[in-house]
């Protein structure tokens, strides 16, 4: 069986593209924040990649870079100020913050409606009783990869490995919603391997490379591969065995240019969407 590689970064790239059209006539352009706090390297590239984001659809964006000595105090009034301005829409911080600040009391400090990564209780609560507000990129970028790819979720077993509160809960929870019977595995799973092989959908967020082999995938399954991971080699790989699995399936995404360039674009649709919410419209 030849799979079909799913191409993250082409459909990421239409996505961006309809962004660029649906603004090119606003007066005011959606605003973007992005906080940084300290001198984490992986974080750096983040930041400048949602930068790049911003500038080539034509949004306004604000990089704000903090020492890693910034208080908690310090932050928070940055939050404050950022979830008060009139050009700023949607707020970001980059995770994970230096030891001494308190995560979940900074993501929780931004307005629910500037929460462009839908991590606030707010938007997780909201996400969790079919209210959604904004979704959490990756997961929502999932979604739109398996439904750009012409693949109708209704009844299909979706099996997700992983739990995260960024990745494998909400995952779970949007491939319920669009009626996809589920079941989540994490590190207690038993016979991880039996429970794999009857997903129609994987869900790979694990964080160990290579781990979901040949042998535990379905004949003709669609896989999403949300690991990013370094091999043997030091090369980028996710937690699907992408070689030997891509010849037993019928879908599938690869680690680069999969899940990776949907989560950056979804942060984009996110930011549009909060710009609608907080400017009626546009208009
Ligand atoms: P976490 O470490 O928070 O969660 C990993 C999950 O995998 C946990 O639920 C854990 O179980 C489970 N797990 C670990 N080992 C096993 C095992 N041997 N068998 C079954 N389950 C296992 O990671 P994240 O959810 O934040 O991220 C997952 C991966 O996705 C990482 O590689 C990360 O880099 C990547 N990622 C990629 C993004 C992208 O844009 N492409 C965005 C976000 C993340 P337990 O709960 O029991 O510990």
Redesign the pocket.
């Known amino acids: 069986m030849t799979s079909n590689i799913i191409d993250g970064k082409k459909i990421a790239q239409e996505i961006r593209d309809e962004i660029k059209n649906k603004i090119k006539d606003f007066k005011q352009k959606p605003g973007l924040a992005v906080v940084l706090v300290g001198e984490d390297e992986a974080s750096k590239i983040y930041v400048k990649n949602k930068e790049k984001d911003c500038q080539e659809i034509g949004f306004y964006s604000e990089v704000h870079r903090l020492p890693e000595k910034t208080t908690e105090n310090e932050l928070l009034d940055l939050i404050n100020n950022l979830n008060n301005s009139k050009k700023i829409h949607g707020i970001i911080v980059q995770l994970p913050l230096p030891d001494h600040i308190k995560e979940e009391l900074v993501i929780n400090s931004i307005l629910p409606e500037k929460d462009v990564d839908g991590f606030t209780y707010i938007n997780a609560g909201k996400l969790l009783t079919g209210n959604n507000g904004l979704l959490p990129c ?1 997961p929502a970028g999932c979604i739109e990869l398996i439904k750009r790819t012409g693949i109708d979720i209704k009844g299909k077993e979706a099996v997700i ?4 509160n ?3 809960k909400p995952m779970a929870i949007l491939l319920m919603q669009n009626h996809a019977t589920i079941t989540v ?5 038993k016979d ?1 391997k039996e429970i794999t092989k009857r997903a129609d959908i994987l869900v790979a ?4 490379a290579k ?1 979901i082999t040949a042998e535990m995938v379905k004949d003709n399954a669609i896989i999403i591969d ?4 370094k091999d043997e080699h030091g090369k980028l790989c996710g ?1 699907v065995d992408f070689d030997n699995v891509k010849e037993k399936v019928s879908f599938i995404t690869p680690v680069p240019g999969g ?2 360039p949907m ?1 950056r674009a979804m942060l984009m649709k996110n930011t549009l969407e909060a710009f609608l919410l907080q400017t009626n419209g546009g208009k």
């Open positions: 990756t490995v992983g739990r995260s960024i990745v494998g595995c994490h590190s207690k799973t991880l967020a694990i964080g160990r781990m949300v690991g990013m991971n937690d899940v990776g989560t």
